[in-house]
């Protein structure tokens, strides 16, 4: 999904488009998220940019992109450009450091 959103539509209510385009949002990761994985691939990762204008989006985490829609909104923004790219990704082991082993040592 690249696409450029309109936080004020003449005649809309701006809260009501906002949830609106939370929700197509939402919809979107989903959808894709039901699609079938390919071999060796765990789960389906995105790649998120996020600006006012496509030209001005840089990378984020794909978690922290509703609160920056929030943040345009409350900054009354006339549109923010949104990028979701799905890509099939594999989880990878990393050890931590156990709190168990720490304390056996004495």
Not at 35 to 52: E, S, V
Request: proline share 6%; hydrophobic share 40%.
């Amino acid at each position: 999904m690249k696409k450029t959103f309109q936080l004020h539509v003449e005649g809309k209510n701006p809260e009501r488009l906002l949830e609106a385009i939370k929700h197509e949002i939402r919809q979107y990761l989903k959808r894709e998220r039901r699609k079938p994985l390919p071999a060796q691939a765990d789960f389906w990762d995105f790649d998120c940019r996020f600006g006012l204008s496509e030209a001005a989006a840089e990378v984020i985490h794909v978690g922290a992109f509703m609160d920056r829609i929030n943040e345009a909104a409350a900054a009354q923004a006339p549109a923010f450009y949104l990028e979701l790219l799905a890509k099939p990704a594999q989880r990878s082991f990393v050890p931590r450091a156990s709190a168990l082993d720490d304390d056996h040592e004495d």
